[in-house]
C-alpha cells in the first residue's frame, strides 16, 4: 500500500483518504491507466521518502492520513462508477478530503457527482494538456475526453479553471465558451500565475499536463507543457480551500524510469500540505 515517508495510517477516523481506481476502459488511444494507482503507491513508498511537504507541513504528524484501497473496477462501466461515486461520498459523509489515485480521466465525472451533493457550490481546478469537453468521442459520451463537458451540463461545478491546455480543437473551444470555462492554455501561461476560488475547491491533476521531459508516463504525450516546478509553485500559491484531488492518466508501461509516478507522489503531496495547511491555520 501507500507510505507517503510513514505518513499512512490504520485508523477509522481520518482527515485525509486515498482511493485507487484502477481502471482505463474508457481510454480512446492506450490502455495501460488501470495501473496507475499501484505504480503510484509503489513510488511514495520506501526510505527516500519523506512527510514533509516543502511548506512545512508534516503529514505523519499534522494529519492522519489513511489508504482506504481500491475501487472494484471488474464490473460494467456504470457499476464501475456508481463503485467510484460511493467510495468518495462515504469519505465525505466523515468530512474528510478525498484523493483519488487513477485511472483514466473518465473517472473525475463520478467523482464529482459525489463531490456536488457534498457541497452546495464547487469549483474546479483542472491541469491538462487537453480541454476533456468533447460532447462525445467515436459516440462515447463517458470516454475520457468528455468528462468536464458532463460535469458542466450536470451543474456540478459553479466555475472550472483549466491549466496547460495545448491541444483544444475548434469544438472543444465552443464547448468551453458555452459553460463559461477559463482556459490557460500553454501558449499564454506565465510564471508567477496566481488563482483565487470563493467556492470550495477540487483539484483534478492529468499528469499529460506536464511536460513529456517530466511526465512521459502517459498515453497521450503532447510537448510544450508544464514543468513540474511550475505546477507546483502554481498549487503553492492557490488561494482556495481544497476539498479533494484526483491525480489521473498515469500510464507506467510508457515510463520504465519512474519520473511519472514519482511527480504524482509529488503532486499529491504537495496538495495534500495545501488541504492540511488550511485546516492548521483555522486551529491556530
Known amino acids: 500500500m501507500t507510505d507517503f515517508g510513514g505518513a499512512i495510517k490504520r485508523s477509522p477516523s481520518y482527515e485525509l483518504a486515498i482511493i485507487g481506481v484502477p481502471f482505463d476502459e474508457k481510454s480512446s488511444y492506450l490502455r495501460g491507466a488501470a495501473a496507475g494507482p499501484a505504480a503510484i503507491r509503489a513510488s511514495s513508498t520506501g526510505r527516500a521518502r519523506n512527510p514533509e511537504t516543502e511548506l512545512g507541513v508534516d503529514l505523519e504528524h499534522d494529519t492522519v492520513m489513511v489508504d482506504l484501497g481500491d475501487v472494484d473496477t471488474s464490473g460494467d462501466v456504470d457499476r464501475t462508477f456508481h463503485g467510484i461515486e460511493t467510495a468518495v461520498a462515504a469519505v465525505l459523509k466523515k468530512r474528510a478530503v478525498p484523493i483519488i489515485l487513477g485511472g483514466d480521466h473518465s473517472i473525475s465525472y463520478p467523482i464529482l457527482r459525489a463531490m456536488a451533493k457534498a457541497y452546495r457550490a464547487l469549483d474546479i481546478l483542472h491541469f491538462d494538456a487537453h480541454p476533456d469537453l468533447y460532447e462525445d468521442l467515436y459516440g462515447d459520451r463517458l470516454s475520457h475526453a468528455c468528462p468536464f463537458a458532463r460535469i458542466m451540463e450536470d451543474g456540478l461545478a459553479q466555475s472550472l479553471v483549466q491549466v496547460g491546455v495545448r491541444a483544444a480543437t475548434a469544438n472543444q473551444r465552443a464547448n468551453a465558451r458555452r459553460h463559461g470555462v477559463r482556459m490557460v492554455e500553454m501558449k499564454d501561461f506565465r510564471d508567477g500565475l496566481t488563482l483565487s ?15 513529456p521531459a517530466f511526465a512521459p508516463g502517459v498515453s497521450h504525450q503532447e510537448a510544450g507543457g508544464l514543468t513540474t516546478r511550475q505546477a507546483i509553485d502554481l498549487i503553492h500559491s492557490l488561494k482556495a480551500r481544497i476539498v479533494g484531488l484526483d491525480v489521473v492518466e498515469l500510464n507506467p508501461s510508457r515510463d520504465p524510469s519512474g519520473i511519472t509516478a514519482s511527480a504524482a507522489v509529488k503532486i499529491v503531496k504537495e496538495v495534500a500540505g495545501m488541504m492540511i495547511k488550511g485546516h492548521l491555520s483555522k486551529r491556530a
Open 197 to 211: 476560488f470563493k467556492n470550495p475547491l477540487y483539484i483534478s491533476f492529468d499528469l499529460d499536463s506536464l511536460d
